[in-house]
Structure formats: C-alpha cells, structure tokens
C-alpha cells in the first residue's frame, strides 16, 4: 500500500514563473490537505480538499494560489507568478474518510520549491 | 489566530536518558497528534489522542492528552540515536471542523 506521493521533489523557479505541485493521497483516503514549511518552523495549513470540493482554504494566500482535487488525478497546488518567499517545503498529507480517524493525517516526502 | 506553544524548542541529551516535551494551546482541542520530522522527508505520526486524560503509548512513545483538553504530552524513555530528530505536536480545535494546528517543534539531539 503506497503511501502519499509527491512530485516533484525538488522545484527550481526563476521569479514569475508557475509551479504545479502534485500530491496523490493514499489509497482509499479522500480528504486531501495542503502545508507549508519554512526552515526552523514547523508547519502552516493551508487548504483542505475532497474530491472535486474545496472545504476549507482559510490558510491561503488570497493571491497567486489555487488548488484542485479533481475526479480524476492528483490533487494540484498551483502558485502562479512565484516570488522568492514563496520558496519553502510544500506538503501534502491525506486521511481516510472514516469520521473516527479522519484527524490521522498521513504525510507525503514534500516538494522543495526554490525560486531565484 | 490559534496557536499552540511546544517546548521546549531543542534537547540536547545522553542517550539512554528519558525525554519530556509538552504542548499548550489557551483553547480546547479535541484531537491531539504527535509526529516526528527527519531532514528532507515529511512528518510521520507517531500518535494520536481523541479523549482528555486519553495515555497512549507506541514502543518507547507515551502521549497524553491533558485533562483541560488545552495540553499534551510526549515522553520518549531510554533514548537511542534514532530518536534524533524534530517533533512536532498538533490538534484540531474545537472549533475547527477540519483544521489541524502545528507547534513550532523540538528538536532531539542525542550524545552517544
């Protein structure tokens, strides 16, 4: 049973470039959440999803940020436009549908977004 | 917006000793969840707490999760170099239907 998959891994964009993160949660998990991690700190929420809902995107920048969790496919973090603080460990984690576990969230290895 | 206080924020320790961190929060949690962090890799649960005065262990791990419902706590006996790493609390507040809180972290560092 694979665990949450991430990729890429690591991601280098120049300034005002896009990048697409990808997150494809554990088999049988429906609920899919997005974090932020700065170096020395821990981790900021920053969107909730079910597929094809977004339930809660309290912790997004109102700007340059989008997320998706279709039908079909990964669940997508979209950062349009990118700056340099928005270089930072990006993770996705996924827990199972089941009311009585659905705080257990499972993390992916993150994607390390650097932009120059 | 709602924070949660861990300390302490770095352990410097033998190994072999035990260890103690714990998490605050000034409102009520109904889920506590304990996670450890290692360089370039995504945190892995170690715990999880549902009830207040809820004691669970996991090997060497115990967690608790406080009777006011605003603490919890992390103790790690006899430490061994692997133990090395960050450990992060986390809750879902009260009032949050789906909002899991992340403390800032401790970091374990062990003497051989």
């Known amino acids: 049973n694979a665990g949450v998959m991430q990729n890429p891994r690591h991601l280098v964009r120049r300034r005002g470039q896009e990048a697409r993160l990808r997150c494809s949660p554990m088999k049988g998990h429906s609920h899919v959440y997005w974090y932020r991690q700065l170096p020395e700190e821990g981790l900021k929420f920053m969107v909730y999803?079910?597929?094809?809902?977004?339930?809660?995107e309290s912790g997004m920048p109102k700007e340059r940020f989008s997320a998706e969790f279709p039908k079909e496919g990964p669940s997508i973090l979209r950062i349009q436009q990118v700056v340099r603080g928005d270089s930072a460990a990006y993770f996705c984690?996924?827990?199972?549908?089941?009311?009585?576990?659905?705080?257990?969230?499972?993390f992916g290895p993150g994607t390390r977004l650097t932009v120059l | 917006g709602q924070q949660l206080n861990q300390s302490p924020q770095s352990m410097f320790i033998q190994e072999g000793e035990d260890v103690s961190m714990n998490c605050t929060s000034s409102?009520?949690?109904?889920?506590w969840l304990w996670y450890k962090q290692e360089p370039g890799e995504g945190p892995v649960l170690l715990i999880a707490?549902?009830?207040?005065?809820e004691l669970t262990s996991n090997g060497r791990l115990t967690a608790q999760f406080g009777i006011t419902r605003k603490d919890s706590f992390l103790n790690i006996s006899a430490s061994i170099p692997s133990d090395v790493g960050i450990y992060f609390c986390?809750?879902?507040?009260?009032?949050?239907?789906?909002?899991?809180?992340f403390g800032s972290g401790t970091r374990l560092s062990i003497r051989p």
């Open positions: 986390a809750g879902r507040p009260y009032s949050s239907a789906s909002k899991i809180i």
């Open positions: 707490l549902y009830k207040a005065g």
């Open positions: 999803l079910q597929k094809e809902n977004i339930i809660d």
């Open positions: 409102s009520i949690f109904n889920t």
């Open positions: 984690a996924s827990s199972p549908p089941a009311s009585g576990s659905k705080d257990e969230q499972f």
